[in-house]
């Protein structure tokens, strides 16, 4: 290996620390936001009916993605009917998770339904990291990853009996 080449190496991870240092503080928002729009959403479902909730935020949210793709440019990418099947579940997912996440907050509340739904992706995260599903690189289950789970559980019990 070259000694520019090896400077480029030592370069760049500096930069994706920094940027794992960024993007940390982001997600922690983005999380608090699913609370608000659980708190949001569990009203307006009452309301209007949980699925015509569901089908308002995602319309707001289709809106507005079509002004960001609409002003931030062309992007040339490969075509929906080019990509493997399996990549689009997620269109499935996200609407199941938001009619549940409409039912579950008004009767057990901000607090649990967020839990119970961190616990799910939690346990559910370290599982696709483990196995290395859907093309993620592999992160052996470990004792802190064992025990991290076993606190989230630990808190959905102490929110579910306070």
Same mark, same amino acid.
């Given at each position: 290996m070259q000694?520019?080449s090896?400077?480029?190496v030592a370069?760049?991870? $500096?930069?994706?620390?920094?940027?794992?240092?960024?993007?940390?503080?982001l &997600?922690?928002?983005?999380?608090?936001g699913?609370?608000m729009?659980?708190?949001?959403?569990? $009203?307006?479902g009452?309301?209007?009916?949980?699925?015509?909730?569901?089908?308002?935020?995602f319309?707001v949210?289709?809106?507005l993605l079509f002004?960001?793709l609409f002003f931030?440019?062309?992007?040339?990418? $490969?075509?929906?009917?080019?990509?493997?099947?399996?990549?689009?579940?997620?269109?499935?997912l996200?609407?199941i998770y938001?009619v549940v996440l409409?039912?579950?907050t $008004?009767?057990i509340g901000?607090a649990?339904?967020m839990?119970?739904?961190l616990s *799910?992706?939690?346990?559910k995260?370290v599982?696709?990291?483990?196995?290395?599903w859907? *093309?993620?690189a592999?992160?052996?289950?470990?004792?802190?990853?064992?025990i991290?789970?076993a606190?989230?559980? &630990?808190a959905?019990?102490?929110?579910?009996?306070?």
């Open positions: 000694a520019s090896v400077e480029g370069q760049a991870r $500096p930069k994706r620390n920094i940027l794992k240092l960024l993007l940390l503080p &997600v922690i928002l983005a999380g608090m699913l609370s729009e659980a708190g949001l959403l569990g $009203p307006l009452e309301q209007v009916g949980h699925l015509w909730a569901t089908l308002s935020i319309g949210g289709s809106a002004l960001l931030s440019g062309a992007r040339k990418g $490969p075509a929906l009917s080019e990509l493997p099947r399996w990549q689009l579940i997620g269109g499935f996200g609407p938001v409409t039912l579950a $008004p009767h901000i649990m339904t839990i119970a739904i *799910g992706q939690v346990g995260s599982l696709i990291d483990h196995f290395g859907f *093309g993620t592999r992160k052996r289950v470990n004792s802190e990853r064992w991290a789970l606190l989230i559980v &630990v959905l019990v102490l929110i579910a009996r306070g």
